[in-house]
C-alpha cells in the first residue's frame, strides 16, 4: 500500500463568461421560452410580447458562490458521473420539498401535476418532440431503459416477436443497461448482438461499419432485429456516437424499434428528437442539466408501436398512458422534477444559455486534452467532434494499468492523495501491441471548472512518473 504524498491545491477560479450581451437565436434555447414552456415565435421582432424579466448574466463571483458547496479540496474533473446542481436551484427544491410537508394534501390535489406537467411542456420543446405526451419525467437513465425493455419483453411473451430474435447494442453500452437489457430482454428469448468498437477512435465511419456488421449479424437464420439499443454518448470509454447516421441506418434495414440510451445528452450535445427520429430516447436531466438527483425525461415517439407503455412501478394512474403513470408513482419526493423552470433561469443567466454552456464545455475540454495529451507525451481516445463535455485523454504507459482494478485503484489514488477525481478506462492490448497507452482519464468541463482543477490533475500524474510509481505497487 502505497502513502499518499501530498494534497497541494490551489483552486484559483477563472473566468469564461464573456460579460459581452448577446442575442441568442437557437431556436430550441430555453431563452424563447417562456417558463410555461411556450415558444415566443415573434421573439426577434416583438420584444414587448414576451414580457419575460430580463436575467442578468452570471458574475464569476456568482458563479464561484452557486457550486460553493463542492468539497474545496477536490479538483472535480468528473462531472460526467453524478452531474452537479447550483446552489439556487438546490434552494428551489427546498423550496418545493417545504411546500410538500405544509400541506400535502393540497400540494398533491393541486399543485403537482399541473407543476409535473409544466417540466414535461419546457422539454417536449427544448427536444423538440411533437407532442407533450411524449415525454414523461423518470427516476433516472436506469429506469427509464428498464421501461423500454420491459415493454420489449412483452412483446416476446405476447408472441409479437419470436424467441431468438434479436437485440443489437454497442460493446460500450452502460453496464447497468446492458445487464437490465439481459434481465428482460435475453430471459425472454431475445439474442444479444454487441457492436465491437475499436478504441481508440478515429472517425464516425469507424462505428458506423461495425454497426452495420452487427445488424448483419442480428440478421442471420432468419432472425429479426427487434430492438437497436445506441447510446447517444458512451459512459467509458466516451465518445459521441453518431446517433442520427446509425437510426437511419436502422429504419433502413427494418429494425423494429430504437432505443437511445442519452443518459449524458441534454446539456452536453444537441438534442433534437425530429432530428434523431429514435422510438425512445432517455437523458439524465441532473448530469449537465443542473437538475439535482435525481430526474430524467423518456421520450418515447407517439405510434401504435409503442402505445403499451408503462412504468415499471404500477400506481393509481396505470393505463393512462406512461407520462400520467410516471406522474404519480406513490408517495415519495417529487421536487427534482418541479425545479426545471429554474434552472432554465439558471442556464439563461449564461451567455447564450444552454448552448453556449455546451458550446464553451466542449472548447475547454478539448483544449484540456490536448494540455494533458501535450504534458504526457500521450494521446487522445477520439477527435475533438467526437468529444462532447468530455474527452479522454491517455495515461503514461509507465503507470502499468494493466487491468479494471488498477484503472479504480489508481482512481482512488488520485482521490485519495491528490484530491483529484477523475475516472479511469482500462484498455487491453490488442496482440502484439507493446508499450502502449492502457489507461485512459476520462475528464468534463463543467461551468464550474478552473484550469487549475486539470493543472493539479497533470502534476499530480507527472509526480507518479518522477516517483517511478506504477499501479502494482497500489
Ligand atoms: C450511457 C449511460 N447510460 C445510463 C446511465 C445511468 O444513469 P443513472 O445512474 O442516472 O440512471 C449512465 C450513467 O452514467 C450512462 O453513462
Request: with cysteine; aromatic share 8%.
Given at each position: 500500500m ?5 494534497r ?8 469564461f463568461?464573456?460579460?459581452?450581451t448577446?442575442?441568442h ?5 430555453p431563452?424563447?421560452l417562456?417558463?410555461?414552456g411556450e415558444?415566443?415565435?415573434?421573439d ?7 414580457k419575460?424579466?430580463?436575467?442578468s448574466?452570471?458574475t ?13 479540496s ?18 428551489a427544491?427546498?423550496k418545493?420539498q417545504?411546500k ?7 400540494f ?7 407543476s ?13 418532440a ?7 419525467i423518470v ?9 423500454v425493455l420491459?415493454?420489449i419483453t412483452?412483446?416476446?411473451?405476447e408472441?409479437?416477436?419470436?424467441t431468438?430474435?434479436?437485440v443489437?447494442?454497442?460493446h460500450?453500452a ?5 445487464k ?15 457492436v465491437?468498437?475499436p478504441?481508440?477512435?478515429?472517425s464516425?465511419?469507424e462505428?458506423i461499419s461495425?454497426?452495420?456488421?452487427a ?6 437464420n432468419?432472425r429479426?432485429v427487434r430492438l ?5 454518448i ?9 446517433v442520427?447516421?446509425?437510426v437511419?441506418?436502422c429504419?433502413e434495414?427494418?429494425?423494429?424499434r430504437i432505443f437511445?440510451?442519452a ?10 428528437m425530429?432530428?434523431?427520429?429514435a422510438d425512445?430516447?432517455?437523458?439524465n ?7 439535482p ?5 423518456l421520450?418515447?415517439r407517439?405510434s401504435?408501436?409503442v402505445?403499451?407503455m ?8 396505470y393505463?393512462?398512458?406512461?407520462a ?9 419526493d ?10 432554465m433561469?439558471f ?10 454552456i455546451r ?5 475547454k475540454?478539448?483544449?484540456m486534452s490536448n494540455?494533458l495529451?501535450k504534458?504526457?507525451g500521450?494521446?487522445?481516445?477520439s477527435?475533438?467532434?467526437m ?12 503507470l502499468g494499468i494493466?487491468s479494471?482494478s488498477?484503472?479504480?485503484?489508481l ?9 483529484v ?5 482500462f484498455?487491453a492490448p ?5 508499450d502502449?497507452?492502457?489507461?485512459y482519464?476520462?475528464i468534463?468541463?463543467?461551468v464550474?471548472?478552473?484550469?487549475d482543477?486539470?493543472?493539479n490533475f497533470?502534476d499530480?500524474?507527472?509526480?507518479l512518473?518522477n516517483?517511478g ?6
Amino acid at each position: 500500500m502505497l502513502l499518499c504524498h501530498s494534497r497541494s491545491l490551489s483552486l484559483k477560479p477563472y473566468s469564461f463568461i464573456s460579460m459581452a450581451t448577446h442575442r441568442h437565436n437557437h431556436r430550441r434555447s430555453p431563452e424563447d421560452l417562456s417558463q410555461n414552456g411556450e415558444r415566443h415565435h415573434n421573439d426577434t421582432h416583438n420584444h414587448s410580447a414576451t414580457k419575460k424579466p430580463k436575467l442578468s448574466l452570471i458574475t464569476a463571483e456568482e458563479l464561484r458562490s452557486e457550486f460553493a458547496h463542492h468539497s474545496p479540496s477536490v479538483a472535480r474533473i468528473n462531472n460526467g458521473s453524478f452531474g452537479s446542481c447550483p446552489a439556487t436551484i438546490i434552494s428551489a427544491q427546498q423550496k418545493w420539498q417545504l411546500k410538500f410537508l405544509q400541506q400535502p394534501d393540497d400540494f398533491y390535489f393541486n399543485t403537482l401535476q399541473p407543476s409535473i406537467l409544466k417540466t414535461r411542456t419546457l422539454i417536449k420543446s427544448l427536444v423538440n418532440a411533437d407532442h407533450v405526451d411524449e415525454i414523461s419525467i423518470v427516476d433516472n437513465a436506469t429506469t427509464a431503459a428498464a421501461i423500454v425493455l420491459q415493454h420489449i419483453t412483452w412483446s416476446f411473451f405476447e408472441s409479437r416477436f419470436s424467441t431468438g430474435d434479436s437485440v443489437v447494442m454497442l460493446h460500450y453500452a452502460y453496464g447497468a443497461v446492458k445487464k437490465s437489457v439481459a434481465a428482460y430482454v435475453t430471459r425472454a428469448g431475445g439474442h444479444v448482438v454487441e457492436v465491437k468498437l475499436p478504441f481508440p477512435l478515429t472517425s464516425n465511419d469507424e462505428i458506423i461499419s461495425e454497426f452495420r456488421k452487427a445488424l448483419e449479424k442480428g440478421k442471420e437464420n432468419g432472425r429479426k432485429v427487434r430492438l437497436a439499443v445506441i447510446d447517444h454518448i458512451t459512459s467509458m470509454p466516451c465518445v459521441v456516437i453518431p446517433v442520427k447516421e446509425l437510426v437511419s441506418i436502422c429504419r433502413e434495414e427494418g429494425v423494429d424499434r430504437i432505443f437511445v440510451d442519452a443518459a449524458h445528452a441534454i446539456g452536453c450535445v444537441e438534442v433534437d428528437m425530429k432530428e434523431i427520429g429514435a422510438d425512445f430516447y432517455t437523458s439524465n436531466l441532473h448530469k449537465w442539466f443542473f437538475c439535482p438527483p435525481s430526474v430524467a425525461f423518456l421520450y418515447c415517439r407517439k405510434s401504435d408501436k409503442v402505445s403499451d407503455m408503462h412504468h415499471l412501478v404500477v400506481s393509481h394512474e396505470y393505463g393512462k398512458g406512461l407520462a400520467i403513470e410516471s406522474a404519480w408513482i406513490g408517495t415519495r419526493d417529487y421536487s427534482s422534477q418541479l425545479v426545471v423552470p429554474e434552472v432554465m433561469n439558471f442556464m439563461n443567466r449564461f451567455e447564450g444559455g444552454i448552448d453556449g454552456i455546451r458550446k464553451r464545455n466542449h472548447d475547454k475540454v478539448v483544449e484540456m486534452s490536448n494540455m494533458l495529451m501535450k504534458a504526457w507525451g500521450t494521446n487522445l481516445g477520439s477527435p475533438p467532434e467526437m468529444c462532447s463535455s468530455m474527452a479522454m485523454v491517455g495515461l503514461p504507459a509507465c503507470l502499468g494499468i494493466s487491468s479494471d482494478s488498477d484503472a479504480l485503484k489508481l482512481r482512488t489514488h488520485l482521490r485519495d492523495c491528490f484530491g483529484v477525481e477523475v475516472p479511469i478506462y482500462f484498455r487491453a492490448p490488442n496482440d502484439g501491441e507493446v508499450d502502449l497507452v492502457t489507461g485512459y482519464a476520462r475528464i468534463s468541463h463543467q461551468v464550474y471548472n478552473t484550469v487549475d482543477d486539470y493543472y493539479n490533475f497533470r502534476d499530480a500524474v507527472n509526480k507518479l512518473v518522477n516517483d517511478g510509481f506504477t499501479c502494482s505497487l497500489l
